[in-house]
């Protein structure tokens, strides 16, 4: 076929080649255009639209944002929600964790924790505004029981979005964690256990330092989940006061005062803040591996 | 995995049953606790949702007074399920359908050949996967509107493609790097041509892989709220996003029509989950991304 091509096209298409680039590689162009056109040129393009405001000069939308404690606010709340939540739902995935690892039959329950993450939030939400309500079955529980005599109020506040946080992100959370605990070796513990180390030495000493890089990259997907959550804040929260997250900011500027600008600076905004925390949990992660080994803290 | 699992349970249950303090054992109680207690919650929430469904009334008791289905038709003809469900499936089987064609290829290529600038293009798919869609979902909603695709179902496929392909690539690269190589190099030299060579020999290879692939993506875009909200129009929607709306909007509607409607997603969900479980582990929904992420 080639025959009849003049030389310098052999030889630039043989150099190409021996690089790694044939037919066979050109298969990536589509799925790299497409994520070219669909999700880097949208980034950029949002990027330079936040230096475009309706009015005023080129930082103007930062500025605003920055002044306006209506959208500043939105960043100390949404962390109020989204630190605590991930690091409840990873103390609380790491034992789990650890006893479901000894399980024979794990399938069934990865099964049915599977299930909220399937669902989304959507549903967690309609099902937790029957839930929690104040004729609920959790508070009608609580009240057969004694605990408490007159309905919780968990609904349309803090608590609704920090409660469907927990249902949606701990099962996430827990599979992760989960994945990283039985991808141990386990001929490591049983040497431990062998040279007589209890249970709790051999988590100090064996386990939590090689979890520790997994952990904090479990803690860095659970976090940027729960920062950005929407449907669930306005559906269980209080949208105009203690749960306006900054993604109700975002969707706000951007659909209701149609102010795509002001929207993207806040987008922008956003992805820098999960980017500063996850990049600050990587950059802790690497100083605890350069440490002392027996520091055995998590 | 499952297998080391099963291993780790023999060796260290042995020692830790011989010597059993009482520490030990109301820590194991207290953990199981923990997962029995978040299990009841979850199980009531959703048995809440279905039970409110088929109530004829229900105040102030713990079940309603009676049992009725009159809400699924009243949700049915108020939301206008059926064209809400008509644009569900067009969207999910379309995205399905794209990933699969521009996803698997493009993890053939990644996983059979290297080339400079194979970690870049790694990163450029692993970023869709990590950053959450309400943060890329706004500007890409402006960049689809300003181009006139916003508020249409073309604009929704698109947007819902920007993870699920990388998902599909991300996934199918480790299913092909296990195929060895020489099967193709034989068939080769036999004779075949590439279209043969991929209908004779890949395609059967990779249907396993791709089945699983393409169901998670099937399960993850009825599912997926965010991206398709951003985009969606008024004949666009799907039925997550439609519920979202008749859920924002309670007060306007009984709150049972909207619990009905809530059914009626889940029923859609899982039937496809159940399917997806039958190929796929459960933790694969989750865990992908990071195990690709790992090294």
């Not at chain 1, 000894?102 to 993450?117: E, G, N, Y």
Request: charged content about 10%; aromatic content about 12%.
């Amino acid at each position: 076929m080639s025959i009849a091509v003049d030389d310098e096209h052999i030889s630039t298409r043989m150099r190409l080649r021996a690089r790694g680039w044939d037919g066979v590689t050109l298969l990536i162009l589509p799925a790299v255009a497409l994520m070219l056109g669909l999700f880097i040129y949208p980034f950029l393009y949002g990027f330079w639209l936040s230096f475009q405001p309706k009015a005023g000069s080129l930082f103007a939308n930062y500025a605003r944002f920055f002044a306006d404690p209506y959208l500043y606010e939105t960043v100390a709340k949404t962390l109020w929600i989204a630190v605590p939540v991930t690091l409840l739902n990873l103390l609380a995935a790491i034992p789990v964790a650890f006893r479901v690892r000894l399980m024979q039959r794990q399938r069934w329950l990865t099964t049915l924790l599977v299930l909220p993450i399937t669902l989304g939030t959507v549903l967690v939400a309609e099902g937790l505004l029957n839930y929690l309500g104040p004729q609920g079955w959790l508070n009608r529980t609580l009240m057969l029981f004694g605990i408490i005599s007159s309905p919780v109020k968990l609904l349309h506040n803090y608590w609704g979005v920090f409660l469907s946080l927990v249902i949606t992100g701990f099962p996430f959370t827990f599979l992760l964690t989960l994945s990283y605990v039985t991808g141990i070796d386990p001929a490591l513990e049983q040497a431990a256990a062998t040279l007589g180390a209890k249970a709790a030495s051999r988590f100090r000493h064996i386990f939590l330092p090689l979890l520790v890089p997994g952990l904090a990259i479990t803690f860095c997907l659970s976090f940027v989940q729960a920062f950005s959550v929407f449907p669930s804040a306005v559906l269980l929260g209080a949208p105009a006061g203690p749960t306006r997250v900054i993604s109700i900011a975002a969707y706000q500027a951007a659909f209701e005062e149609y102010d795509y600008s002001l929207a993207s600076a806040i987008a922008m905004i956003m992805g820098f803040i999960q980017l500063a925390i996850v990049g600050g949990v990587l950059a802790l992660r690497g100083l605890f591996y350069r440490g002392p080994a027996g520091g055995g803290k998590g | 995995m499952a297998i080391s699992a099963f291993a780790v349970s023999d060796a260290t249950a042995a020692p830790s049953m011989a010597a059993k303090p009482l520490s030990h054992r109301l820590w194991v109680t207290a953990v199981w606790t923990l997962i029995g207690f978040f299990l009841i919650n979850l199980i009531a929430m959703i048995a809440a949702v279905i039970t409110s469904s088929f109530a004829s009334r229900w105040l102030r008791s713990w079940l309603p007074e009676g049992a009725t289905t009159k809400w699924y038709f009243s949700a049915w003809s108020e939301f206008q399920l059926d064209d809400v469900l008509v644009v569900t499936f067009q969207v999910v089987f379309a995205v399905t359908a794209l990933s699969g064609l521009i996803g698997v290829p493009a993890a053939y290529a990644m996983a059979r050949r290297e080339f400079p600038g194979k970690k870049l293009i790694m990163l450029l798919f692993l970023l869709p996967m990590l950053v959450p869609p309400i943060t890329y979902g706004i500007p890409l909603a402006t960049v689809l509107y300003r181009s006139g695709l916003g508020g249409t179902m073309a604009g929704v496929i698109l947007a819902n493609l920007v993870p699920t392909v990388p998902f599909v690539i991300l996934v199918m690269i480790p299913f092909i790097e296990q195929i060895d190589p020489k099967i193709e190099a034989a068939a080769r030299v036999f004779g075949a041509s590439t279209l043969r060579l991929f209908t004779s020999v890949l395609l059967p290879l990779l249907l396993p892989g791709m089945l699983a692939a393409l169901l998670l993506v099937l399960v993850r875009t009825i599912a997926m709220f965010e991206l398709t909200f951003l985009v969606a129009g008024p004949t666009s929607q799907t039925l997550v996003v439609a519920l979202y709306y008749a859920v924002f909007a309670a007060g306007v509607r009984a709150v049972q029509s909207i619990d009905a409607m809530a059914v009626i997603y889940m029923a859609v969900t899982v039937v496809w989950l159940i399917i997806a479980l039958r190929f796929v582990n459960p933790a694969q929904i989750v865990t992908r991304a990071k195990q690709t992420k790992a090294h």
